[in-house]
């Protein structure tokens, strides 16, 4: 599977910012599919998880829940990350990825996710 990140930029404290992950191959497996986030210098921090079919269950790390909703067009193949409410410590540059066919998200491990894109950056200020 193939993954393509789009939609960051920069915006003020408070404001809204829509990802958006294009997906591409294999798409009809279920997976998770996931964002993360990483600064230099910091590990590679989980942020949201859908798991990619027809119920899209979802999970959050503490630090967004309440402020990003992750979802899915499966239509479309492409997998949102809906950011409001940024904080200047959502800063970063996010990246989309996908574990193995069958797998579900069930916490977000960034060793576990075998597939990446080339990200995209955030700046809140």
């Known amino acids: 599977v193939q993954l393509v990140e789009s939609g960051g930029g920069s915006v003020q404290a408070g404001g809204s910012l829509r990802l958006s992950c294009a997906v591409s191959?294999?798409?009809?497996?279920?997976?998770?599919i996931a964002w993360f986030r990483h600064d230099l210098g910091k590990d590679r921090e989980g942020v949201a998880g859908?798991?990619?079919?027809?119920?899209?269950?979802?999970t959050y790390v503490d630090s967004v829940r309440g402020r990003f909703t992750i979802s899915q067009d499966r239509a479309k193949n492409v997998v949102y990350l809906q950011m409001d409410s940024l904080k200047p410590e959502d800063t970063s540059s996010y990246y989309c990825?996908?574990?193995?066919?069958?797998?579900?998200?069930?916490?977000?491990?960034?060793?576990?996710?075998?597939?990446w894109g080339q990200g995209t950056q955030v700046t809140v200020s």
């Open positions: 990825a996908a574990k193995r066919p069958g797998i579900h998200c069930a916490g977000l491990v960034r060793s576990s996710f075998e597939y």
């Open positions: 191959g294999r798409t009809a497996s279920s997976r998770c």
């Open positions: 859908i798991y990619w079919s027809d119920g899209g269950a979802t």
